[in-house]
């Protein structure tokens, strides 16, 4: 980092790191609220994404890493396009996150780890996302196994859920994965 914007960003430990994965500097942030505003899942969140940027900047890391906030995030990006001062904050919400998993923190609501479990591993064998064996691999890590199973049929009838997979590209992405490992071995 240069010295101007080492003085920009905050003492807090976390919000470093936030800055160092994302580029994101969250001391820019003047708590004007749009991004809570406009958050189509804030409604879920314990904390509002401003008062997460907020926390963060106080340094309060316990607290951001241990919310349920960032995993809730939709990552939809209603938040950065309000957001005055430019402030990615969809991009700090990821950054949350990578760090909690990198510092082992498990997230706050178990059902999202399992999700991105089974959503990884689907993509992986199969190339793409093939919803049916996503939905068989959530229920299976989550032993929810009949929730949802009515819109899951009214979903299927509408053709909405294909029952056999496609391969396509799934040789590719396999090798995409593999590379992705490779890295990751070395850091």
Known sequence: MTESTTATISQSGLAEA???????NVNLCYQCM???AGCPI???MDYKPAQLIHALRLGMDDLVLNSKTMWLCAACETCTTRCPQEVDVAKVMDAVKIIAVRRGIKPAIREVGC????ALANIKKMGRMYEVGMIVGLKMRTLAL??????????????KLKLLPSFTGARRTWRIFQRVKTIEKKD
């Open 18 to 24: 936030v800055f160092e994965e994302s580029g994101q």
């Open 42 to 44: 804030s409604y879920a």
């Open 115 to 118: 999700f991105n479990r089974a």
């Open 146 to 159: 009949f929730k949802d199973m009515k819109l899951g049929m009214k979903m299927f009838m509408k053709g």
């Open 34 to 36: 749009k991004c809570a």
